[in-house]
């Protein structure tokens, strides 16, 4: 009969005579001193030869957890945590969770004073067995959230349609066991540059929120150059503070005031006029916390994207109205975007997938959301507005619009379809670029130009509008085409509909991200244009996530 350890601490010691008495005529076996590693909590009393007591406790505790019941199945019931061998693992676990809350996760969620106190508990077989399990469940809880997410993000916001690549539960439990486990907890957030500095500016941002560190906001509605008194001195500190501004006694808008301001509208997403009007005031006046909140919340944001990107990829940072093509860790072409208006309907969508083709001249096929709430309601008013729409029957022929009486349909009822041809001036422009989603939603040409000049670029109907696509193309074209150039021209220059296929797909990412770490480890911040962050850190907060301030 296999002897099966029994964890006796505190309150178990105390007992152990009691027990000993109890244990008449049973078989009893050599007792094994256990030490807790790391733990503080003395040596165990001893073992009793009771491994079925063991074993079922587990398998009762498993129960309706498929990937726990399997994996102690699998082992036949083995201990990974509450041996004297798993002294290791135990305490790289425990010593995890005692940081929980520096990654962002709700460390209450895995109970790691509960866990010490049930382990210092456990008295008998079946108490073991249950802490056995308790801690398996938790490790399994505690890696998920570390490395994919806390949160379902369409559960937060259904324009977050992003699928989270969450990991096999019973794979995770089996490969942890069988590693060095502090390495492989260590693996688990994500890799990525940028969540570590995130972690970094999340740990600054707790001093400055504490400590009220940048001073008294700016009270003022608008400053500019040449301009003195208490709000020019109140901008001047609060960026002095921020690190934009070497310390400074002017009290005047000056020369070197103005630098600063412009280098802070840069990093915030601004126009860099060096006029501080009320949208850079309003920037300059958000509180640390509010900062350390858009940090915890990218974070989480990538957590859910804790895979691989691919060598090469199309990076769409909605928050940032930009579009980039990333070569090996590094950006090797930029464009600025357009992204969906922030209305219902219209925000553009967070998902990744793989672009496969580029369509030069395109045709526009009026989705029918469009046809029905826009042009539907001009039609019945002017059945000749927006001529250069193609009225489509069910066999696919054009209609004469002046054989069509209107106003005799609704939304449900319309039996044309609208369509624009290939033109100089069609809604797409002359390129647009295929990641093929049942959103029906892809980058593309504008004729719409004077649109990219603006600081908040949100005027789509939710697909993405490219300020360069030619040269987005080039870049694109540049692995499979000695001269990308010629080969996009001469698909250009046939004045038809055609495709140019990508060799090698790209994989696309589309994000929104507010807190942006930069390649020098220094941070930008961008607006939460569509409020997503607020319902992400109001849905982390639930869960249990907290801010390590002080109240300020």
């Known amino acids: 009969m296999m002897a099966v350890s029994a964890i006796w601490t505190g309150a178990a010691a105390r007992n152990a005579g009691t027990l000993a008495r109890n244990a008449r005529g049973r078989r009893l076996r050599g ?3 256990v030490a807790l590693f ?8 001893g073992a009793i030869d009771a491994p079925s007591a063991f074993a079922q406790a587990v398998a009762e505790a498993s129960a309706g957890d498929t990937a726990l019941s399997e994996f102690y199945k699998s082992t036949n019931y083995a201990p990974v945590w509450t041996e004297a061998a798993d002294a290791d693992r135990r305490a790289a676990f425990l010593a995890a969770l005692d940081v929980a809350d520096v990654q962002g996760l709700p460390a209450a969620r895995y109970d790691r004073s509960g866990l010490i106190a049930r382990l210092q508990d456990a008295v008998t077989e079946r108490d073991r ?10 490790f399994l809880q505690y890696a998920r959230d570390l490395q994919t997410g806390i949160l379902v993000p ?3 916001d259904d324009g977050m349609v992003r699928v989270v690549p969450r990991r096999d539960r019973l ?5 942890f066991v ?4 502090a390495a492989f907890l260590a693996a688990l957030p994500p890799q990525a540059p940028e969540y570590n500095e995130l972690l970094k500016a999340k740990l600054t941002l707790e001093q400055l929120a504490a400590t009220d560190a940048w001073g008294p906001q700016v009270q003022s509605k608008a400053l500019k150059a040449g301009q003195t008194g208490p709000a ?4 001047r500190d609060r960026l002095i503070a921020m690190g934009y501004l070497a310390p400074t006694a002017s009290a005047s808008y000056d020369d070197d005031l103005t630098s600063a301001v412009m280098r802070f509208q840069g990093d915030h997403g601004l126009t860099p006029d060096g006029v501080a009007a009320a949208g850079t005031l309003a920037e300059v006046n958000v509180q640390p916390v509010d900062r350390l909140k858009s940090v915890i919340v990218a974070m989480e944001r990538w957590r859910w994207i804790n895979m691989d990107l691919g060598a090469r990829h199309v990076w769409v940072n909605l928050a940032d109205f930009s579009a980039e093509i990333v070569d090996d860790g590094k950006v090797t072409f930029e464009t600025p975007a357009v992204i969906g208006q922030n209305i219902k309907d219209h925000r553009s969508p967070e998902f990744s997938d793989t672009m496969r083709f580029m369509d030069v001249n395109p045709t526009w096929n009026v989705p029918r ?6 042009y539907l309601p001009a039609l019945q008013q002017n059945p000749n507005a927006d001529g250069q729409l193609q009225l489509i029957d069910a066999s696919g022929h054009v209609v004469d619009r002046s054989t069509v009486d209107f106003t005799q349909y609704d939304a449900n009822t319309f039996p044309f379809d609208l369509k624009q041809p290939p033109s100089d001036g069609n809604a797409l422009g002359l390129v647009k670029f295929m990641f093929p989603n049942k959103y029906n939603i892809y980058l593309h040409d504008t004729p719409s130009k004077y649109l990219f000049k603006r600081e908040v670029r949100a005027f789509s109907h939710g697909c993405i509008r490219l300020g360069e696509p030619f040269n987005f193309a080039y870049t694109l074209l540049a692995r499979q085409s000695d001269n990308p150039q010629a080969t996009f021209k001469t698909a250009l220059d046939r004045r038809v509909e055609n495709v140019v296929n990508l060799e090698q797909p790209i994989p696309v990412h589309l994000v929104y991200f507010t807190a942006i770490p930069t390649p020098t480890g220094s941070m930008t911040y961008r607006r939460d244009i569509y409020g997503r962050d607020a319902e992400i850190f109001a849905a982390l907060t639930k869960a249990g996530v907290a801010l390590d301030v002080k109240a300020n």
């Open 38 to 45: 790391g733990l503080g909590m003395g040596t165990a009393a």
């Open 369 to 374: 959301s469009i046809v029905t709430k826009e």
């Open 232 to 235: 020019v001195v109140q901008l």
């Open 31 to 33: 007792f094994v001193a």
């Open 129 to 138: 067995g249950r802490v056995e399990v308790e801690m398996s469940r938790d």
């Open 154 to 156: 369409s559960e937060v």
């Open 171 to 175: 794979e995770m439990l089996r490969n």
């Open 178 to 181: 069988a590693a060095e486990p």
